[in-house]
């Protein structure tokens, strides 16, 4: 696809969740996309390789918790892998301060290409497991948001979470569709992690069947020191 028509169809995707870009910041996104199917071959970083399902299925998707970024001054984002939704976010939001976090070096061998290639500044790819990045005290309650796309079970997910959010900041939790189990399952220990949930929008992406869900939780009190706790131990017994 060249450059041309990935902004018209970029362009069309834009206009339906109100986002307006200038042709530098369309540029970057047209790198991105290349650079992603580029590398894909390489090491497996997405099973999404046609360049319109980029588009739609990362890029668009990635934009859709624009609306809930004012000006912070600091995202974190938790299991990013290819750079989603932290790289789309920082280009449009090139103002804020971003850390992309992800537990294999091959990505952040790819995340750092894309930086270096796309020019981004004041954002860093870090290779870490969640559990013991969010231990270390200088990381700890720092951050206005956290961001996470398809990580894990809401559960799990806001053991990784909330212990990085500052007091007042919020988690941004990017999931699929039919989940008020998982929501309902999670509520205990979004409770004793020291959150609250504050808004659940679900919605259809733009000119597409495929339905998403976006989770807003508040960090309203300082999450217990024993959370989060040693690798693997979120996954293998969740807070219930």
């Known amino acids: ?14 206009e339906s969740i109100n986002i307006v870009l200038s042709g530098t910041q369309k540029k970057q996104f047209y790198n991105y996309m290349n650079l992603l199917i580029e590398w894909n071959k390489k090491i497996n970083l997405t099973a999404i390789i046609e360049s319109e399902d980029i588009i739609l299925k990362h890029f668009i ?18 299991g990013t892998g290819a750079g989603f939704p932290g790289i789309p976010l920082k280009i449009i939001k090139p103002e804020i301060e971003f850390e992309l976090l992800d537990s294999l070096n091959k990505r952040i061998n ?12 004041n954002i860093k790819a870090i290779h870490a497991r969640v559990e013991e990045f969010a231990k270390n005290k200088k990381n700890r309650e720092k951050y206005n948001i956290v961001t996470s796309r398809a990580v894990a079970n809401l559960n799990v997910l806001v053991e990784y979470m909330l212990p990085l959010a500052k007091l007042g900041g919020k988690c941004i939790c990017m999931k ?9 399952k999670s509520k205990n220990a979004i409770k004793i992690l020291g959150g609250e949930i504050e808004s659940i929008e679900e919605f259809t992406l733009p000119q597409s069947d495929i339905k998403r869900t976006i989770i807003i939780i508040r960090k309203i009190k300082e999450t217990p020191i024993k959370y989060p706790r040693k690798p693997g131990i979120p996954s293998k017994d969740p807070i219930m």
């Open 110 to 121: 790819f995340l750092n290409e894309v930086i270096n290639n796309l020019n981004l500044k």
């Open 176 to 184: 699929g569709p039919n989940i008020k189990e998982e929501i309902e």
């Open 1 to 14: 696809m060249n450059q041309s028509e990935f902004e018209n169809i970029f362009q069309k995707y834009l």
């Open 61 to 78: 998707d990635s934009l859709t918790v624009n609306k809930f970024i004012e000006n912070e001054s600091n995202i974190i984002d938790i």
